[in-house]
């Protein structure tokens, strides 16, 4: 793996990808350099949940090159040939990548501090319970959420699921974060403290590309925006920009309805 700076987290170059004779993604190219915030947004049914899981290998791209880290997802690269990857050697590309999701499927039997203990990358690095334990109580302690390290899911609101939502994936050390609209399922007073947790983690430095409506967000903590409709990009840029003065009809629209 190349720590060469040079060289974007995500490349997207002509990335396509169809369900049977739907093309869902066309022609998508984009770049998301290390330590960068992307902001996706758009329509209902746009791609975007589609393009976050093509780069975290749940979904193969039919067309075009997508790479993470000079890697190409899902793919060795010999003499030039691309040779499809063995699936376990796709699930180690996996795990450095986080993903969270609208809905934070915690396991409901387990506490807070047991979920994130059970994370496989901290089983992968191994060690014993007690430290286990420790590195666990670290990653609460990262999303606030210490003090409640012992309770069950059902005994947390909705916007402290998340947050042990992510301080799990935070667990297999990912080089990359994904957010597919992380809180959209939640009550309106419980939005602010998942979205502070992500951007203490954006300013850490962590590299995000985040699908949201939440353009307060966007045009405080992305870098680039990017608004897709029907499977491609209609406009990239400044957030501030794209958000005051947009450049396509289609963008304006859109966000006539969301702000
Ligand atoms: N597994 C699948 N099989 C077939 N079609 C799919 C599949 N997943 C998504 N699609 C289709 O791909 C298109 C894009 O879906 P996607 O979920 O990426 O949109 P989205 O922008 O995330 O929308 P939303 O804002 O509603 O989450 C939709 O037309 C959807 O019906
Ligand atoms: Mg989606």
């Not at 935070?170 to 609209?181: H, S, T, V, Y």
């Not at 491609?232 to 289609?250: A, K």
Request: hydrophobic share 40%; with cysteine.
């Amino acid at each position: 793996m190349s720590a060469n700076n040079s060289i974007p987290m995500v490349r997207a170059e002509a990335v396509s990808k169809s369900y049977g004779s739907n093309l869902v993604l066309k022609s998508i190219s984009l770049e998301v350099q290390r330590g960068e915030v992307l902001c996706l947004v758009g329509p209902s049914g746009s791609g975007k949940s589609t393009f976050l899981r093509c780069i975290n290998h749940l979904e193969t791209v039919t067309a075009g090159r997508l790479e993470v880290e000079g890697e190409v997802v899902g793919y060795r690269e010999k003499a030039g040939k691309l040779y499809e990857m063995h699936p376990r050697e796709a699930a180690k590309q996996r795990r450095d990548i986080g993903m969270v999701f609208q809905r934070f499927n915690l396991f409901p039997h387990l506490t807070a501090l047991e979920n994130v203990m059970l994370a496989p990358g901290l089983l992968r690095k191994g060690g014993s319970k007690a430290q286990l334990k420790a590195r666990a109580m670290e990653l609460l302690a990262r999303v606030g959420l210490a003090e409640r390290y012992d309770y069950y899911p059902a005994h947390l609101s909705g916007g402290q699921q998340q947050r042990v939502a992510i301080a799990r994936a935070l667990a297999m050390e990912p080089k990359l974060m994904l957010f597919d609209e992380p809180t959209s399922a939640l009550d309106p007073e419980l939005v602010g403290e998942v979205l502070d947790v992500m951007k203490g983690l954006a300013e850490s430095g962590m590299t995000m590309i985040v699908v949201t409506h939440e353009m307060g967000f966007a045009r405080e903590v992305a870098d680039k925006l990017v608004f897709m409709d029907g499977g491609v990009v209609v406009e990239e840029g400044d957030p501030v920009q794209v958000l005051t003065n947009p450049q396509r009809e289609r963008t304006k629209a859109f966000l006539s309805k969301v702000l």
